[in-house]
């Protein structure tokens, strides 16, 4: 029987994340997922006088042919879905999978051919700059067992995240975006985490379910050079199918110039990418009141309510500090209480203090006046 959930959720994703126009064109890329939502996104582009176009992938393809396929190979399909992607107007990527760790035995030579000939090119450089696009992850129970809930209560619990009220968000961030527009020294500390960089002139950008669903962040970059200090990271995270925990980055002038974690090498391997890797490409806090706890989904961890991300590697367009790279990786640490506290000041203002804002005109964002 199909859940009519899926409906709302496929009006959500069409009807306001991409708002669609009559006559567009729309991607959906649809890894590991059962046909129902993707034959509902159909249904709401088409009602809407849209045109979709559909991608279907699996990860055990993509595994196999990364593994075998020459760097030729992996240039002529990028070359082939960029064509693709630049006659679209909006996209929408849903991505399942049984196994998040299905590309760990994935070398890191060819996962970098895979990311300079594919993601990078098709999707940081075409979709992101030039679609009207949002991603999310199907709540299969592979994803249910990471978050440590049944496959039926994080369903409901991954749709109430989804479909929650968005532009009510929207309202609440503006005075965030405003303020962290004025800003320019941001010092950043807690346990292990000592930060000082500035966001002088680097524009503030909004996420309100306009891009990543489920969201609730803003975010922001520093000044490439300008960051200072250390951070640890409280929050696992999973790149390249592999996961990493106790993650912890020193930073000279901007540079990490020291990288420790459980996996210290395949960390280091990462961050040697390019020259850019070794650099910050985006800072921004997350509230989402509904997401309290990692899953190893960075749709999810990077909006935990009291967290902070501060990402390795490329810069949005809308955030230009100028750094390039192949990477892009959201580390993401939690500062409520239970996860050790912390403090997060702009120009000497302390912003939120444990997880939660202070100022008064901030104080929207916090959980009880965003459920």
Known sequence: MKDPRYNKLAEVLIGYSTNLQQGENILIEAIDIPDPLVKALIQAATEREAKPYVWIKQNQILRE??????????KLVGENELA???KMDAYVGIRGGTNINELSDVSSDRMKMYQEYILNPVHFQERVK??????LRYPNSSFAQQAGMSTDAFEDYFLDVCTLDYSKMHDAML????????????????????????????????????HNIPDGEVYTAPVRESVQGKIKYNADTIYQGVTFSDMELTFKDG?????KADKSERFNEILDTDEGARYIG????????FITKPILDILFD??????????????YTETDNGNRSAVHWDMVSIQTPEMGGGEIYFDGQLVRKNGRFVPDNLRGLNPENLK
Do not use: Y
């Open 255 to 259: 540079k990490v110039i020291e990288a």
């Open 282 to 289: 985006e800072f921004a806090l997350g509230f989402n009141p």
């Open 130 to 135: 030039n679609t009207k696009w949002v991603i």
């Open 302 to 315: 990077e909006k935990i309510s009291g967290s902070f991300h501060f990402t390795p590697g490329n810069a």
């Open 175 to 210: 005075p965030l975006q405003d303020l962290m527009n004025k800003t320019d020294r941001v010092e950043i500390k807690g346990p292990g985490t000592d930060l000082r960089f500035s966001i002088k002139d680097i524009a503030a950008v909004t996420c309100s379910g306009t």
């Open 65 to 74: 042919l990364l593994l075998n396929a020459t760097a030729e190979q992996l």
């Open 84 to 86: 693709l992607m630049k």
